[in-house]
């Protein structure tokens, strides 16, 4: 095991960390003297604490998480791949580089889309502030992010391979995170993700929640019709704010909710239905809803489920 969290220091990511560092302060000290006085402020150094520290948090789970997968993909590697795929060949880093970002892109709208990952995932959506410290704010749960590798190894790419791929996304992800950086030039908007695109992704208004889920590649949200400029400056956070800068309530508050929901539950259906729902599910004979603690609703009030299909169905 040690020598595993050793390795985990030649990771991207971690290379990175001093660099994160350094540009969230310089960030900070341009959002603080800047010339552009919005009434939103665009940090707080509690929320900076609670992100930076939750991205401590999340390193440390991502590492023993990664030590138990990378296991158990190479005996699928070893045993099951028809082919092993060279680690020195252009051709394998470029399949290995789309079929990361392929993956992903599906993985980020299972994320929105199934409230026992969405319970997760909301942890990166907690902010109400949106800067270079909310790259850091991951969750630890990282069970599912971890699992959604499987078909690369049976292809045969090496899965450490997959994994300092997916590193290398999340520092991209850095340059992402931030409001000192308005529109790019139109051909780089069109292809790449950007801070503007990444801020829709972010915000909790109608038009822009579920939206804008590429990684590193905007032209997946293109192609499978989940792209959405950004026409004004979204509002930051969950649809119900938790207003709390404590790094474990962040973390579970939302699992909370869910195991809440399902004990009060009076049948089989509606049980599965808060775990494997979409987030904000609810039975349709119950109009006041479940905990719902970060809740996704539309803009009519009524959970984003019922936007995308009938209120109280499953969507399938």
């Known amino acids: 095991m040690l020598d595993k969290v050793i390795d985990r220091l030649h990771d991207p990511a971690v290379y990175a960390l001093p660099a994160m560092a350094l540009l969230i302060a310089i960030e900070m000290l341009a959002i603080k003297f800047g010339d552009d006085h919005d009434e939103r402020p665009g940090y707080d150094l509690r929320d900076h604490r609670a992100s930076i520290l939750t991205g401590f948090g999340a390193l440390f789970s991502s590492t023993m998480l990664r030590t138990v997968a990378l296991a158990l993909y190479l005996l699928v590697y070893e045993y ?15 399949f290995l580089f789309f079929g990361v970002e392929f993956l992903l892109y ?44 499987l078909p690369l190894p049976l292809l045969g790419v090496h899965p450490a391979l997959v994994f300092t791929m997916h590193s290398a996304h999340l520092v991209y992800g850095l340059f992402a995170h ?24 972010h915000g909790n208004d109608p038009e822009y929640l579920d939206k804008n889920f590429g990684s590193i590649l ?12 950004e026409v004004q400056r979204p509002t930051y956070g969950l649809t119900k704010q938790i207003e709390t800068f404590s790094i474990w309530k962040i973390q579970v508050h939302e699992f909370g909710n869910m195991f809440r929901d399902v004990r009060g539950a009076s049948t089989l259906r509606h049980k599965l239905g808060y775990v494997f729902g979409p987030p904000g599910w609810k039975p349709a004979e119950d109009g006041a ?19 995308a299909g009938q209120p109280g169905e499953l969507l399938t």
Request: no cysteine; glycine share 8%.
């Open 80 to 94: 099951v791949a028809p082919w092993h795929l060279s680690s020195t060949s252009w051709t394998t880093w470029v």
């Open 218 to 229: 905007i032209l997946w949200d293109r192609i499978f019709g989940t792209f959405q400029p």
């Open 106 to 149: 599906w993985y980020h709208r299972a994320a929105h889309g199934i409230r026992l990952i969405w319970a997760g995932h909301q942890v990166h959506h907690s902010s109400q502030y949106f800067n270079l410290s909310t790259a850091l704010r991951r969750k630890w749960a990282q069970w599912f992010e971890k699992m959604i590798w």
């Open 289 to 307: 809803g479940g905990a719902g603690g970060s809740e996704k609703r539309d803009g009519s009030g009524r959970p984003a489920a019922a936007a």
């Open 178 to 201: 931030t409001e000192k950086i308005g529109k790019l030039p139109r051909w780089f908007e069109y292809v790449f993700v950007t801070p503007s695109h990444h801020r829709v992704h």
